[in-house]
Nanobody, 122 residues
């Protein structure tokens, strides 16, 4: 059974940085696409960033390109999201999710963490 546990959220001022971590277990690293989604208050959940299992390509939403970086450790069981130049509109609950397959499509993701709250405010 795949388990994902996020950490690293918190309160940060605009322009600041945070690094989120997603510790995973119970999956074969090369078979899974794994990434980050977020849901802001009153909005639908959206895909933020993802590792493709096919070619290890990294996907970023347009709203975070150039500011966020996804990475993972050598064993591929922990995925990170480095978030720089944070904006108030980045405020959301951030979820880690995984699926057997090539890409992170929200409706197809089969394993989800419980989320970690990121608040960007003065």
């Amino acid at each position: 059974q795949v388990q994902l546990v996020e950490s690293g959220g918190g309160l940060v001022q605009p322009g600041g940085s945070l690094r989120l971590s997603c510790a995973g277990s119970g999956f074969t690293r090369d078979e899974y696409a794994i990434g980050w989604f977020r849901q802001a208050p009153g909005k639908e959940r959206e895909r933020v960033s993802c590792f493709s299992s096919t070619d290890n390509a990294r996907y970023y939403a347009d709203s975070v390109k150039g500011r966020f970086t996804i990475s993972r450790n050598s064993t591929k069981n922990t995925v990170y999201l480095q978030m720089n130049s944070l904006k108030p509109e980045d405020t959301a609950v951030y979820y880690c999710a995984a699926v057997v397959g090539s890409y992170c499509v929200e409706r197809d993701m089969t394993s989800w963490g419980k989320g970690t709250l990121v608040t960007v405010s003065r």
